[in-house]
Antibody, heavy 120, light 107 residues
Framework: EVQLLESGGGLVQPGGSLRLSCAAS????????VSWVRQAPGKGLEWVSS????????FYADPVRGRFTISRDFPQNTMYLQMNSLRAEDTAVYYC?????????????WGQGTLVTVSS | EIVLTQSPATLSLSPGERATLSCRAS??????LAWYQQKRGQAPRLLIY???NRATGIPARFSGSGSGTDFTLTISSLEPEDFAVYYC?????????FGGGTKVEIK
């Protein structure tokens, strides 16, 4: 059974940093791209970042490029999102999601989400 | 960036009725479009991929159509569990983008 479990969310002050983790199980981690998608309170879905199966390719949405870094640890089957210079508009539930197959960036499995709140 | 515009924003229907949801892209995405369902407090669920293919375990009452810039998600007969928010998403071009969502509510 595919499972994705996010952790690391919390309350952080503007300008601060946070690292989110997504522990994956139930599939061959190195075969599939994985991504972060966020949802601000009461709002729609927003793609944040993706990393290819092998980790060699990374992609970022413009609002986070230069501030966020996506990475993956193969022995640990874990994906990370390092978030720096956080802003109030980064407040959201952050979901990790698995690509449907290889590098097909549809999301067939999602975690339960972790809430990031940026506020003073 | 490809903008996906979903309409209507809210659809008020009764169980058993047919729901027709629209997603329009600002430029062609070919058939590289998916639909998701999200219920309150839950993660999204993939319903349709490549515009018209049902994902694993999705009931046959859900169907997708379209290509290029105009896409439709149809729910042939609404079940009580289908009242939710629906999003479209394109994977044709980076950045990946989602539509703003259509809420299907009970009339």
């Amino acid at each position: 059974e595919v499972q994705l479990l996010e952790s690391g969310g919390g309350l952080v002050q503007p300008g601060g940093s946070l690292r989110l983790s997504c522990a994956a199980s139930g599939f061959t981690f190195s075969t599939y791209a994985v991504s972060w998608v966020r949802q601000a309170p009461g709002k729609g879905l927003e793609w944040v970042s993706s990393i290819s199966g092998g980790g060699g390719s990374t992609f970022y949405a413009d609002p986070v490029r230069g501030r966020f870094t996506i990475s993956r640890d193969f022995p640990q089957n874990t994906m990370y999102l390092q978030m720096n210079s956080l802003r109030a508009e980064d407040t959201a539930v952050y979901y990790c999601a698995k690509a449907q197959s290889g590098s097909r960036y549809y999301f067939d499995y999602w975690g339960q989400g972790t809430l990031v709140t940026v506020s003073s | 960036e490809i903008v996906l515009t979903q309409s209507p924003a809210t659809l008020s229907l009764s169980p058993g009725e047919r729901a027709t949801l629209s997603c329009r892209a600002s430029q062609s995405v070919s058939s590289s479009l998916a639909w998701y369902q999200q219920k309150r407090g839950q993660a999204p669920r993939l319903l349709i991929y490549d515009a018209s293919n049902r994902a694993t375990g999705i009931p046959a009452r859900f169907s997708g159509s379209g290509s290029g810039t105009d896409f439709t998600l149809t729910i042939s007969s609404l079940e009580p569990e289908d009242f939710a928010v629906y999003y479209c998403q394109q994977r044709s071009t980076w950045p990946l983008t989602f539509g703003g969502g259509t809420k299907v509510e009970i009339k």
